[in-house]
């Protein structure tokens, strides 16, 4: 899992409300548990012009030149603004899959749906919950502003805006630690790999019996 310390990255809008996992990533693409590849489908059907299915070359497919993902001006964005209760819907991890290989970092929005968060923070990629007016100053000032880039500071918990403007969000300590280092479920147990392998040792020392073959 990629670390996230600190990212100034320029931020895509998607003024939408209540986004379900579909939207970012529709079932006909759930057949790969890679965590890769998923990005080119993230939010297909908005996307798109046409309807798409798993092994399609996405890149003779006619773009929606509406959504705003496919503008110009947000082209390599790493930092999404939406609206609130994001990632709603079925539980699938796959859609915090898809965003982290579109190319987001982060995800900004005035709340979201407790299983995607949760899911965000496994995979590297971070939520950050701010008030519903502070989004609504994002969005005006994205709209006002073209390549407009946000930092985002993990360390300090900060969320600073190109006028200097900053803006604090909250994180357990657990959950920004396992970000900071790039520790997903699988890298914090094995950070305590001696220790694991120190109580096996002792264990099958104390009750060999139940080593038998």
Not at 35 to 55: I, K
Not at 79 to 90: A, D, V, W
Not at 107 to 113: D, N
Not at 194 to 211: C, D
Request: glycine residues 6%; contains cysteine.
């Amino acid at each position: 899992m990629k670390a996230f310390t600190t990212v100034n990255a320029v931020v895509a809008p998607l003024d939408r409300a209540n986004v379900d996992t579909d939207a970012i990533i529709p079932k006909q693409f759930l057949k790969s548990i890679k965590r890769s590849g998923f990005g080119p489908n993230c939010f297909d059907e908005w996307r798109y012009l046409d309807h798409g299915e798993p092994g399609m070359d996405n890149s003779n497919r006619p773009l929606n030149p509406d959504f705003s993902l496919n503008q110009a001006r947000y082209a390599g964005a790493n930092i999404l603004l939406t609206r609130k209760n994001f990632g709603c819907g079925s539980s699938r991890e796959h859609a915090p899959w898809a965003l982290d290989d579109y190319g987001f970092r982060a995800v900004i929005a005035p709340s979201f749906a407790d299983i995607f968060f949760n899911n965000c923070y496994k995979n590297g990629l971070l939520p950050i919950v701010l008030p519903e007016e502070v989004v609504d100053q994002l969005f005006q000032e994205v709209e006002a502003q073209e390549g407009y880039a946000l930092t985002i500071d993990l360390a300090s918990q900060t969320l600073s805006t190109p006028s200097g403007q900053s803006f604090s969000f909250d994180i357990t300590e657990h959950r920004k630690h396992c970000l900071l280092n790039g520790l997903d479920e699988i890298g914090l147990t094995l950070a305590h790999a001696e220790q694991i392998k120190a109580f096996e040792t002792k264990h099958r020392s104390a009750q060999p019996w139940l080593f038998q073959d």
